[in-house]
């Protein structure tokens, strides 16, 4: 199944590829032939740049490396809410639990590996069982919903902390969330059929799987990391009967489970006006003044070079080298920018390719905290626009790993509403030599 927008999956394995080279950036390119002191090298910073931010319509989020959960609410791009889809298998097949089986509770856990936002807020989840099963070899994107019963089978209002270690009884364990589920619910699964853990086939009839859904926060709030493949993350039930005490049996989460991840933006009803006249509205000239990007299947930005062709103007050129600049607006705050964004190309047809210079070590796209800055070469890219019969249909400019981080990034445009920011315009730097 194809989505527009969906690129993000295109180039998740192609992001750190391939050809070395002992040359400093910066001089890539300078020199094109052996005489250099006659070549006449020019430098612009004045190349139009046309761009604007779009909605991504969603992304890939099935059997990611980390499983989003939480509500945070951003000053910028609004309410956003992560939410969990996750089947639990049996560790041990043909399990029984004996004579006259006695709950003492029903314990799932998810184990911490990070998060994005304010912990200082306090955030409730709530899980529900699935009606509808969900399969592993499918595939499922983060607008993608399946039916719940509508009962709910626990829940949990807490303040995260991710980085501080719990006890468990006389046990010093690593940060990890522990969900009590109701004791009906383990009943249920101690009265269930033998015929129920027979096998994971039959047991995924009986329990289809868990909807872990976040309640939306009214202030701050974060976005919290789970590794969903640590042993850490199950559901364990802890029970007795006529033979013995303290028993425990574990229900597991591994690569077998079908699992993907849920985000909702509200439409954006609470995010600042301009962005929702920019994004929302299709006002693309706003565009001039702040562009944005959001992971979770959020916002990207569309990029355009219209007049690239006037540096032909004098004679066919040869691009020594060209930089995209991309400056932060914003001041570094607790809503950290990527660690890393990406260019795609757009075709023809509306669909996206790699663009060229992304096989070159020096393509970039890492962020600069120094400066609040990411900086692209993409000298291949526009020398290709350069020649006759190419034509620009424009680039994809996006938050890498969209599927399963919370970064966000507000940045100037080419003209920010700011003459004090206009030295840090987004601009495209070319360095070039006639050759005819």
Known sequence: MYKPGLVNILFFSLVFLFISCNKEPDKIGLKIRPDDDQVNIQYTDETKVMAYSVLEDSVRTDETQYSLLGSYLDPVFGKTTACIYTQVRLSENGYEFGSNPVLDSLVLTMDYSGYYGDTNTLQVFRIFELSEEFYKDSVYYSNDNIPNQGI?????????????KITIGE?????????????DFGDKILTAPE???VDNDSFLEFLKGFYIMAEPVTTEGAILYFDLMSELSQMVIYYSNDEQDSLSFEFIINEKCARFINYNHYDYENADPEFKAQVLNDDTTLGENRLYLQAMGGVKTKIFFPDIKELNANGRVAVNEAKLVINGYEEITDYKAPDRLVLIQITEDGSTKIIIDQYENYFGGSYDSTANQYIFRITRYIQSLLQEGNEDYGL??????ASLVANRFVFNGILPDSPTLFSKRFKLNV??????
């Open 152 to 164: 709910e089978l626990g829940n949990i209002s807490f303040y995260p902390r991710p980085n501080k």
């Open 171 to 183: 046990e010093e364990m690593v940060p990890h969330l522990r969900i009590r589920l109701y004791d």
């Open 195 to 197: 015929s129920t853990f």
């Open 396 to 401: 994809y400019l996006m938050i890498i790993r």
């Open 431 to 436: 360095t070039y030599t006639h050759v005819e």
